[in-house]
């Protein structure tokens, strides 16, 4: 299984909580207006890369508080992604990842494509939303713009409702 990744990141802190491995997606249709990662746009850019070789270094990096999915837009690529989410979660690895659909979008997505639907079943944390330039202040954290929501997928699909991350660590 091949992914076609813009970069990785090997150490962030600012992904997610603690220390963690930044795979970014190659590929987004969203277009944002003031989008930072405007070179991650083209579905025909960055790398191509091995899934397993990606996944056998980084179960091996054990200091990783987890791992984060960026982009681009690694919900237009859930197939590999899927793939290395269902890996990482086998070893327990922590993963968020950020999309410019909404929740809701994806909900409504993964009732016609199972990769997607894998994906968000394998995921911790999804940061939803396409970035909003207008709507950006030094308060907002992991997020570009305060409409973005940080959601704790694996609360909110057990209770059929949406459960904000900083919810459910009160
Ligand atoms: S969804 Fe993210 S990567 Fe895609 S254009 Fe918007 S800000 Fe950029």
């Not at 990662?37 to 990096?61: A, P, R, Y």
Request: hydrophobic residues 35%.
């Amino acid at each position: 299984m091949k992914i076609r990744l813009a970069g990785i990141l090997p150490n962030s802190n600012s992904n997610g909580p603690g220390l963690r491995k930044v795979f970014f997606s190659q590929g987004c249709s969203k277009h944002c207006d003031g989008c930072f990662n405007q070179h991650t746009w083209s579905f025909e850019g960055g790398k191509m890369c091995d899934c397993d070789k990606l996944i056998k270094e980084t179960i091996d990096e054990t200091y990783l508080a987890g791992v984060t999915f960026s982009g681009g837009d690694p919900f237009e690529q859930p197939e590999p992604f899927a793939y290395i989410a269902k890996k990482f979660k086998k070893h327990k690895i922590n993963i968020w990842s950020y999309t410019g659909y909404t929740l809701e979008e994806i909900l409504a997505l993964a009732k016609k494509n199972k990769f997607i639907n894998e994906l968000l079943h394998n995921i911790d944390v999804l940061v939803d939303g396409r970035f909003d330039k207008n709507l950006t202040n030094k308060k907002v954290i992991f997020r570009g713009s305060s409409n973005q929501k940080i959601i704790d997928v694996q609360k909110s699909l057990k209770m059929k409702k949406m459960i904000l991350w900083e919810e459910s660590n009160e």
